[in-house]
């Protein structure tokens, strides 16, 4: 699905956002809270987005990501990995910070990614999780399953694809609440778990430090 959606992937994204989708990742990067020259996995990289930032606030970024679609059109100079966010190429220990943007959702599971981020991250690392997220607020929650049930789904068959931009409210439900979710990352490992609701809550930051 990646492979197909890649070449429209970064407009699609602007577009469905009103350009939100910029900020919150500039604000993940932040988050991180690291020294420059930190070394920083991009899980999950797609067309290079994170990546980019995390050179402009002077990481040395490395990108991974399982579609060879999203990694052609890629648009960085990182190094890229073509690699399983499950199974990760890496030593133990051998990165400052992890980033994930919009990709938790895909994986076929969370604690084995969860438990290779702790794995590949030092003592005293940081990781930054961006994901969508549903508003807790009934009017707006009823707007945005409108909003991301009906219009982005056209919006998609006209510039991309349409079963792919169908997948993506689906795909939102697969997360587990809340709760469940930050306890999950603290029991892989991590401490100062914490979640920070972005625009009204159609997206969720999520930090951690490797214990
Ligand atoms: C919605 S895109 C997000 C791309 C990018 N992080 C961003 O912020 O725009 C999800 C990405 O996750 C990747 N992905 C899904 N499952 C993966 C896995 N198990 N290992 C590595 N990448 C995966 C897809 O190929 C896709 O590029």
């Known amino acids: 699905m990646f492979d197909s959606i890649a070449p429209r992937y970064d ?44 050179h402009r606030a002077g990481h040395r970024a490395i990108g ?3 579609s060879w679609g999203m990694l052609a059109a890629a648009r960085t100079d990182a190094p890229l990995l073509h690699a399983d966010a499950l199974l990760q190429p890496a030593r133990s220990g051998a990165i400052d910070g992890l980033s994930c943007g919009f990709a938790l959702r895909n994986f076929t599971a969370l604690e084995p990614f ?3 981020a702790a794995r590949l991250l030092r003592q005293g690392g940081r990781m930054a999780l961006l994901e969508v997220d549903r508003p807790t607020s009934p009017v707006l929650r009823a707007g945005h399953g409108l909003y991301f049930g009906k219009v982005v789904p056209l919006v998609g068959g006209l510039f991309s694809d349409r ?24 029991a892989a490992g991590f401490s100062d778990v914490d979640k920070v609701r972005l625009s009204g809550g159609i997206a969720q930051l999520i930090t951690a430090t490797r214990s």
């Open 64 to 66: 991974l990501d399982m």
């Open 114 to 116: 969860l438990s290779e």
């Open 11 to 54: 407009l699609m994204n602007r577009i469905m956002t009103f350009r939100l989708d910029v900020a919150w990742r500039r604000r993940t990067v932040a988050a991180l809270d690291l020294p420059g020259g930190s070394t920083v996995m991009d899980v999950a990289c797609g067309t290079g987005d994170l990546c980019r930032d995390l």
């Open 163 to 186: 079963d792919a931009y169908r997948y993506l409210p689906r795909s939102v439900a697969y997360l587990p609440p809340e709760p469940e979710l930050l306890a999950m990352i603290a």
